[in-house]
């Protein structure tokens, strides 16, 4: 059974950093891109980042381009996102979902139950 | 970027109605277009992909159609379960954009 865990959500300042991993298991993590999509409260759906399965390739909202950094270490079958120079709008619902394969752009076939981020002095 | 567009925003619909929501690409994405249901605290679930393939475990009463810049999912016979609020997205290139939703409420 596939499974996405993610972690890290937390409340933050203004121009903090957070870091969010997703524990990946039920499936070859290293075979399958990645990717972050969050969810402001009461809003819809908006991709952040994805990565390819081995993580040579990355890409990133135009919201978030400079401050997040997407990564993975396959070996710990964790994805993770850095997010650096946090602001009020990146407070959100942040998932965790796993593309069908290796290849990007993708659709997301299993997400995670989702870590909230808060960003508020 | 590429921008997607549903409509209606929300509808009102009874159990076993057949229900049809659009979603529009401001330009054309082939046939890379996905569905997603998502109810109240929890995490989207993939319907349909590109364009018209059903997720396993996906009820045969949602289909998808279209292809370029116009698509619509289907609900053959609303059941209690389907109320819930749903997003388009393309995966023709980055970013992945989706659309606003679409909130499907009982009437």
């Known amino acids: 059974e596939v499974q996405l865990l993610e972690s890290g959500g937390d409340l933050a300042q203004p121009g903090g950093s957070l870091r969010l991993s997703c524990a990946a298991s039920?499936?070859?993590?290293?075979?399958?891109?990645m990717n972050w999509v969050r969810q402001a409260p009461g809003k819809g759906l908006e991709w952040v980042s994805g990565?390819?399965?081995?993580?040579?390739?990355?890409h990133y909202a135009d919201s978030v381009k400079g401050r997040f950094t997407i990564s993975r270490d396959n070996s710990k079958n964790t994805l993770y996102l850095q997010m650096n120079s946090l602001r009020a709008e990146d407070t959100a619902v942040y998932y965790c979902?796993?593309?069908?394969?290796?290849?990007?752009?993708?659709?997301?076939?299993?997400w995670g139950q989702g870590t909230l981020v808060t960003v508020s002095s | 970027d590429i921008q997607m567009t549903q409509s209606p925003s929300s509808l009102s619909a009874s159990i076993g109605d057949r229900v049809t929501i659009s979603c529009r690409a401001s330009?054309?994405?082939?046939?890379?277009l996905n569905w997603y249901q998502q109810k109240p605290g929890k995490a989207p679930k993939l319907l349909i992909y590109?364009?018209?393939s059903l997720q396993s475990g996906v009820p045969s009463r949602f289909s998808g159609s279209g292809s370029g810049t116009d698509f619509t999912l289907t609900i053959s016979s609303l059941q209690p379960e389907d109320f819930a609020t749903y997003y388009c997205?393309?995966?023709?290139?980055?970013?992945?954009?989706f659309g606003q939703g679409t909130k499907l409420e009982i009437k």
């Open positions: 979902a796993k593309s069908p394969s290796g290849s990007y752009p993708n659709w997301s076939d299993y």
């Open positions: 039920g499936f070859t993590f290293s075979s399958y891109a």
């Open positions: 990565i390819s399965e081995s993580g040579g390739r990355t």
């Open positions: 330009q054309s994405i082939s046939r890379y």
């Open positions: 590109a364009a018209s």
């Open positions: 997205q393309q995966s023709y290139n980055t970013p992945c954009s």
